[in-house]
């Protein structure tokens, strides 16, 4: 991690802003391209576009982390601390009049213990702790 200077006072000993180096993807993620992520409180999901010959064929849908309240959408709980496929909700299809297409997240967001994916035909998908909503 590197610190960001700030001419206003703030040091590594009292820092405000950080940047971390980039990771490289291994395993699941890797030679995948990543369009949007998302972080709960102790979990993240990761949007990814499946591409063969640069064109998107698919969008798919990782999650990481503790999976005790089902925030990461999959059937156990569990933490897990490598990325695995959130099989219900990746690879959406849509058949429009110009065939088959696949479905595009427009927005990810994560709670605490839960998230919201929006496709882009405008349904919600939501998993995780309701506990509060």
């Not at 699941?28 to 640069?54: C, S, W």
């Not at 994560?110 to 998993?127: L, N, P, S, V």
Request: charged share 25%.
């Amino acid at each position: 991690m590197q610190q960001l200077e700030d001419p206003d006072g703030y040091s590594a000993d009292n820092p405000i802003h950080a940047f971390f180096e980039p990771v490289e993807f291994k395993g699941e993620l890797e030679r995948k391209f990543v369009v949007d992520a998302a972080a709960g409180e102790e979990h993240t999901i990761v949007v990814a576009q499946v591409r063969r010959e640069g064109k998107k064929v698919s969008e798919v849908i990782y999650g990481c982390g503790n999976n005790l309240k089902g925030q990461l959408g999959i059937n156990r709980t569990c933490h897990l601390t490598d990325f695995v496929l959130l099989e219900d909700i990746s690879e959406l299809y849509e058949n429009t009049d110009k065939g088959i297409q696949p479905l595009t997240v427009n927005k990810l967001v994560c709670g605490k213990r839960h998230c919201i994916a929006q496709f882009d035909y405008g349904a919600f998908f939501f998993w995780g702790d309701n506990e509060f909503g």
